[in-house]
């Protein structure tokens, strides 16, 4: 369960945002709905604490996550995985070192069989020992998911994740996503101006 209370969000550049009370329950999946520029971003930077709300607090089960201080990083990491709009790897390791550093990066130690079990659920099992840059940009994609779901996190959240995909593709992320999320019974939260997702996802916050 996440719960969002009184946020607001203010630019240095004056720009305002307030965002409307909700509570993302368990095992849901959500669709963050709004124009190019309403604030979706905004607002999912804001609930895996990658931004500091100007007012408002951001509740994840019983922890306020701007009450954590130096945890945050931390608990993001073992509880949230993210698909940002534009992938990004370290580009000198390869797709299981990166996944490693998913682990380490939440305290956990290394699980190959982890690695590998969500590798093949995503059909990239043959590419663990390539570099990221030799990946095309759907097996990028696979493997933004992938990291996303390897420390079987509590929420998912996706940023714009079909925003460069063709309708065939667009159709293939998304069931990716929510079989995922189904499989390790995770939130699923989905930014998107996108309307191809909407017939995907039935419940829908408006920014
Ligand atoms: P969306 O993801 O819905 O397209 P954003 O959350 O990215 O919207 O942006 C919401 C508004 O905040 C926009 O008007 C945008 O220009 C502004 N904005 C976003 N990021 C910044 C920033 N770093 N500095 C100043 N204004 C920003
Ligand atoms: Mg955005």
Do not use: C
């Amino acid at each position: 369960m996440i719960a969002i209370e009184s946020l607001a969000h203010t630019y240095p550049t004056g720009q305002q945002i307030h965002f409307a009370d909700a509570t993302f329950t368990d095992n849901e999946n959500w669709l963050i709905l709004g124009d190019s520029g309403s604030g979706k971003s905004t607002l999912l930077n804001i609930m895996t604490g990658l931004l500091s709300p100007t007012s408002g607090k951001v509740i994840l089960n019983q922890t306020d996550l701007y009450k954590l201080g130096n945890k945050l990083d931390r608990f993001r990491a073992q509880y949230m995985g993210i698909v940002f709009q534009k992938p990004y790897f370290i580009q000198s390791l390869t797709v299981s070192e990166n996944l490693k550093l998913t682990q380490s990066l939440a305290g956990l130690k290394t699980n190959n069989h982890r690695i590998l079990e969500v590798l093949e659920g995503l059909a990239l099992a043959d590419k663990k020992t390539s570099y990221t840059k030799d990946l095309s940009v759907g097996q990028l994609q696979r493997l933004s998911i992938a990291r996303a779901i390897l420390n079987r996190p509590a929420i998912i959240f996706a940023d714009e994740p079909t925003a460069s995909l063709d309708d065939r593709n667009t159709e293939r992320v998304l069931e990716l996503l929510i079989n995922q999320a189904g499989k390790e019974k995770a939130d699923l939260i989905v930014a998107t101006h996108d309307k191809r997702v909407k017939d995907a996802i039935t419940n829908i916050y408006q920014v």
